[in-house]
């Protein structure tokens, strides 16, 4: 697998972020109350939610982000289409 570059890593924390702030909007602070209403896994909710770190030792990333077919998922679920998800500002360019 290729290794993730710096504008990998920021776009892969920005769709963490999205997901926890739609989450939060709909269900409240609470993934399990995400969990309960949708019926979704919490270990799923919290892995959607994990930011890509670089480990300090190593230099490397630790952790993964999502695949488009998992964020296809999650609008499913709330029911808002890509498009929507996509269309915030956290993805706006600088």
Not at 41 to 51: A, F, G, M, V
Request: net charge positive.
């Amino acid at each position: 697998m290729a290794s993730l570059s710096e504008q990998d890593i920021i776009l892969a924390n920005k769709i963490a972020d999205r997901i926890k702030n739609l989450r939060i909007q709909i269900t409240g602070a609470k993934q399990m109350d995400f969990v309960i209403r949708f019926n979704v896994e919490k270990q799923n909710i919290s892995r959607w939610e994990s930011h890509i770190k670089i480990n300090k030792k190593t230099g490397e990333p630790k952790g993964r982000g999502i695949t488009i077919y998992t964020i296809q998922k999650f609008c499913n679920i709330i029911g808002i289409s890509l498009s929507d998800f996509f269309d915030d500002p956290i993805f706006k360019n600088d």
